[in-house]
């Protein structure tokens, strides 16, 4: 069967040498993707298939992907079927697919007779691509205290010693063409549950690690296996063309919940929080109240936020999360009506994992309770709230909280959910869906860590398919946490709070004297080097999924910086509102408007990068190669006149700061000049038009 696209389609065969075949149009490019490799009841089985049909009629998704579902029996495999996942789309050459093992025969059993998961995903050869590189996505920098992009070629010498990498990303060219395959998964590296391992004659298998099963698993009537989704793409041209193909996909082809791709801009009332707390000696929550609330909303609204979010302290007790009426007396009802006055959308901060010991939800799901070592987890504070226990994400409780989660769009009109605190490992329970009795412990607390994200995800789409304006971000500023592409295929992250602490630098503070332990919590350029340092992602996967905040602080010089920072697709903002000038208030809303003019076209554009990050200059354009709208920011460090021309070609209107003079080149390039008497940002805004 052929599955056929304008960039060139599938073609699945079921041959000795592959399961199927991806095809470039127009070449003679074809990848073969060997079948999974399984070991079932002690023994590999290749499940190489025959007799393939749809076992449906292909659907539109709501992203506009054609998802395709195949079966094929089992070649020398009385009733197991493999049934074969794609997803396609007409204007996007990666796809998506992953493969259910079926089972309508006597009941078999996933083994791990040598004590390590044994299954291979895929296998290809890339004899034929001489020019090999991985892409890392989970390495935690402890420099900017964030995760990073880490790019590096995998040589000859990988292949040769029979090596193995990371990944989640394997890239390959040709000199003609760009390849790559990617799991979605996640992990910090280098602690991998999936990796590629390199042959010697240049091929590659996609292979389990650790987690992905345990010794024992059924598969029978009713208990199909269901592998992650994995990539695959190829392009005409070099890595460069493959990232923009690959960054376009995931902004408008991985998932059906669009609205995690939307550019808004986000406040968070947390760093006032904070600050009340280390400066202000008062409490986290103390600033939690419906005056001071409805008091900010005033001056977001007025600095053209989009969205504003509730940190911890709206809730009385965590599982139930129902609004706090001591601080809150109508329910956020006077909130939400000024937000939806105001055209903007509601956030609540949310610990998914936390339920109080009163509460409902874990009087109901007591058997969902993590545990290790046959310890339950015990109860600890949260934030000034009652005293939390940890429940288990991969037990039934998932189905509880999305249903909490859909609960309140409904009664409270919350639409945007920030989730923190969700660490991978964390429990090894016989009870749960990681593992029974018969597992051991260690498998069972693999496998908890493998489903973990994946369990997060099934809550994000089942509060999607009831509400699709809904948007999750997890937060990932913290290392131990599951950071690839598993969650962006349903939701978003939320990279970056308050930067590194002083220990990352080994510097002694006197927490005890009430030394903020966090680094970079004031106005100045210094909080914009690291909050930038991740815009390195963009290349492959857009800005807008990793919400970064910047702070909104007086004076202008800062305000600037932060601005100029924050319109390259990051689009955080936190700090104390009701401490700015109406000066400063005035330019978020002029800047930012301006900005809302051509955020889509930022959005879609992949990033040309000049310079590094501190260094001057330091340049990040952002311009659409369709419409030549978009921005250019120059930061610099060091006064003087800095020269630059845009890579593609601009409209012929525009606004910048002081100090910025722009003119148009030949081929309608745009050439910008800026003088800069102290350290600071320019920001050019092409196709815009001011109000």
């Known amino acids: 069967m052929t599955i056929k696209t304008p960039w060139g389609g599938i073609c699945i065969e079921g041959d000795a040498d592959s399961l199927w075949q991806y095809r470039l149009a127009g070449s003679r490019t074809a990848v073969r993707v060997a079948a999974p490799v399984f070991e079932i009841d002690g023994e590999p089985a290749v499940l190489a298939v025959e007799s393939v049909r749809q076992s449906r009629k292909p659907i539109r998704l709501r992203n506009g992907v054609m998802e395709y579902v195949l079966e094929g029996a089992c070649r020398d495999r009385d009733g197991l079927r493999l049934e074969l996942v794609f997803r396609v789309a007409d204007d996007n050459p990666v796809v998506r697919f992953r493969y259910r093992l079926v089972n309508r025969g006597a009941p078999v059993q996933l083994t791990r007779s040598t004590g390590r998961d044994r299954l291979t995903y895929a296998g290809l050869s890339l004899a034929g691509w001489p020019d090999c590189g991985e892409l890392r996505l989970s390495e935690f920098d402890e420099a900017t205290h964030s995760y990073v992009p880490r790019e590096r070629a995998v040589a000859a010498k990988d292949f040769d010693n029979g090596l193995a990498v990371m990944g989640p990303i394997l890239t390959a060219t040709d000199g003609r063409h760009a390849l790559l395959l990617a799991y979605e998964h996640g992990s910090q590296a280098p602690d991998a549950f999936l990796q590629y391992r390199l042959h010697p004659d240049r091929r590659v298998e996609l292979e389990a690690v650790k987690g992905n099963y345990w010794h024992g698993q059924p598969v029978g009537e009713g208990e199909a296996y269901e592998t992650l989704w994995f990539e695959l793409a190829a392009v005409p041209g070099d890595r460069e063309a493959l990232a923009r193909a690959y960054r376009a996909f995931v902004l408008g082809r991985m998932t059906e919940n669009a609205a995690s791709r939307a550019p808004h801009i986000f406040y968070n009332t947390w760093a006032f929080q904070e600050r009340n707390f280390w400066w202000n000696k008062k409490r986290y929550l103390d600033s939690m109240t419906q005056e001071r609330i409805l008091a900010e909303i005033d001056v977001a609204h007025r600095m053209g936020i989009d969205v504003f979010v509730l940190d911890t302290g709206w809730y009385e007790k965590t599982g139930d999360w129902r609004v706090n009426r001591a601080r809150f007396a109508d329910g956020l009802k006077a909130v939400r009506e000024k937000l939806t006055g105001y055209g ?52 039934r409780y998932w189905e509880a909280f999305a249903d909490e989660l859909i609960r309140l769009v409904q009664e409270v009109g919350v639409t945007y959910f920030k989730w923190d605190a969700v660490g991978q490992y964390g429990c090894d329970d016989a009870r749960h869906n990681h593992g029974g009795a018969d597992a051991t412990v260690r498998e069972r607390a693999d496998v908890y860590a493998f489903e973990q994200v994946r369990y997060m995800a099934r809550v994000v789409d089942r509060l999607c398919a009831a509400c699709p304006e809904a948007i999750v971000d997890f937060d990932i500023t913290e290392g131990g946490r599951s950071a690839g592409l598993a969650f962006l295929a349903a939701g978003k992250y939320f990279l970056i709070n308050n930067g590194p602490y002083y220990h990352n630098y080994d510097i002694p503070y006197a927490r005890a004297n009430g030394t903020w332990s966090n680094i970079f919590v004031q106005p100045g350029p210094a909080r914009g080097w690291i909050c930038r340092a991740p815009l390195t992602f963009d290349r492959w996967i857009p800005s807008v999924l990793f919400l970064t905040h910047y702070l909104p602080d007086d004076p202008e010089q800062s305000q600037l910086i932060n601005i100029g920072s924050l319109i390259l697709g990051q689009n955080g903002i936190w700090g104390d509102l009701l401490s700015l000038s109406d000066e400063g208030v005035a330019r978020f809303g002029r800047w930012l408007g301006l900005y809302k003019q051509v955020r889509d076209d930022i959005t879609v554009a992949s990033p040309v990068f000049d310079g590094t990050t501190g260094g001057s200059p330091e340049i990040y354009e952002k311009v659409s190669a369709a419409t030549g709208r978009g921005a250019v920011v120059i930061f610099a460090s060091a006064c003087g006149t800095y020269d630059y021309v845009t890579t593609h070609p601009v409209a012929r209107e525009f606004v910048t700061t002081t100090g910025v003079t722009v003119t148009h080149d030949r081929e309608g390039r745009g050439i910008i000049r800026v003088a800069f008497e102290k350290a600071g940002a320019a920001i050019v805004f092409f196709g815009v038009a001011e109000a």
Do not use: I
């Not at 007591?366 to 009652?386: F, K, N």
């Open 344 to 395: 903007m959308k509601l956030g609540l901060w949310f610990s998914p994992t936390e339920a109080a010991v009163t509460s409902r939800m874990l009087t109901e799901h007591r058997d969902c309770l993590m545990s290790q070592g046959g310890r339950e987890a015990t109860p600890h504070a949260v934030w000034e709230s009652e005293d939390s226990q940890n429940l288990c994400l991969v037990s």
